[in-house]
């Protein structure tokens, strides 16, 4: 077996073009839960859209991309393989504060934005009702549905996150981790928010992780924006930007850095388990928690 996009899921789906509802036309492979393989079609346009191996694309319908963007896909594509391999020194350090941060999930839907192979995806999927996760790296998400073989309650999506639409006031949740501070504008994650917004219910929540300006990169003077050896954009937020960004759209119940690393602290070598242990404890004291290599927000929709 392998992953399909869960039955559950496909009411959340609509037109990228026009925001109608997407209806199942025709399903080639399925089981009582989930489909394989089938088409789906706009109730207003009649545009198709496919899902295969369980992936539902809905890229080919958002439009080019800017030559910025379809650079960052080529390179998220070629970074895919290591990209958890990498990342998994770090683990200790952002996975347990930002399962904090977002609390309680049962009986939830969540709806995921920029999942990549999915190292929060598998984490969330597990403990929510539902889980409709999208990126527009094809071989993140077939990495990611390796990880979530046979799960009944996922749905990946193929797409520009930045322009992704879904039902109006349908999720519970919405998440991004470490994917605003590769939105490459100002007006681009403003209208990106605004979509968020859209698509949770009046009570809804969005938790979110971004790159942090920490004291490290003031001190050195670092840009605030520029491009990582792979390509791929990057913009550091300082907290008061970040706060001043979400609230057009929603009001912040919490913003604070995470994942700290005090100076010096690579070369005792610490064990990863001990070394997340120390960050969440420097997370709560007001001078160590500048040198938080994140920053975690988590607000809740505006009326």
Same mark, same amino acid.
């Given at each position: 077996m392998s992953l399909g996009f869960s039955k559950k899921l496909i009411d959340s789906l609509v037109c990228q073009q026009d925001g109608a509802p997407l209806v199942v036309l025709e399903i080639q492979q399925e089981n009582e839960f989930v489909i394989f393989s089938a088409k789906l079609k706009c109730q207003q346009c009649d545009k198709i859209y496919n899902i295969q191996q369980g992936i539902l694309n809905c890229l080919l319908e958002q439009g080019k991309m800017k030559q910025l963007m379809q650079d960052e896909v080529e390179a998220r594509d070629k970074e895919a393989e290591q990209y958890d391999q990498r990342l998994s020194v770090r683990y200790h350090k952002e996975i347990p504060s930002t399962m904090k941060t977002i609390g309680n999930l049962s009986g939830r839907k969540v709806l995921e934005y920029g999942c990549g192979t999915g190292r929060l995806t598998t984490v969330i999927a597990p403990e929510c009702r539902a889980v409709l996760a999208t990126d527009f790296s094809l071989i993140s998400l077939q990495i990611?549905?390796?990880?979530?073989?046979?799960?009944?309650?996922?749905? @990946?999506?193929?797409?520009?996150?930045?322009? +992704?639409?879904?039902?109006?006031?349908? +999720?519970?949740?919405?998440?991004? +981790?470490? +994917? @605003?501070?590769?939105?490459?504008?100002?007006?681009?994650?403003?209208?990106?928010?605004?979509?968020?917004?859209?698509t949770l219910k009046s009570s809804g929540e969005f938790v979110s992780t971004v790159y942090h300006y920490d004291w490290r990169k003031q001190k050195d003077n670092q840009n605030r924006e520029g491009k990582h050896g792979s390509g791929i954009f990057f913009h550091y937020f300082t907290q008061e930007e970040l706060a001043n960004e979400v609230t057009g759209y929603f009001q912040v119940q919490d913003l604070h850095p995470i994942d700290i690393t005090l100076p010096l602290e690579a070369k005792l070598k610490l064990p990863a388990k001990i070394a997340g242990q120390l960050s969440r404890v420097f997370e709560k004291i007001s001078i160590a928690n500048k040198f938080g290599h994140l920053l975690i927000v988590k607000a809740i929709k505006n009326k």
């Open positions: 990611l549905a390796k990880k979530l073989d046979n799960y009944k309650n996922v749905g @990946l999506v193929l797409s520009n996150a930045v322009q +992704f639409k879904a039902k109006s006031k349908y +999720f519970d949740l919405a998440t991004s +981790f470490q +994917f @605003l501070e590769h939105v490459p504008s100002k007006e681009q994650r403003l209208t990106w928010l605004g979509l968020v917004k859209k």
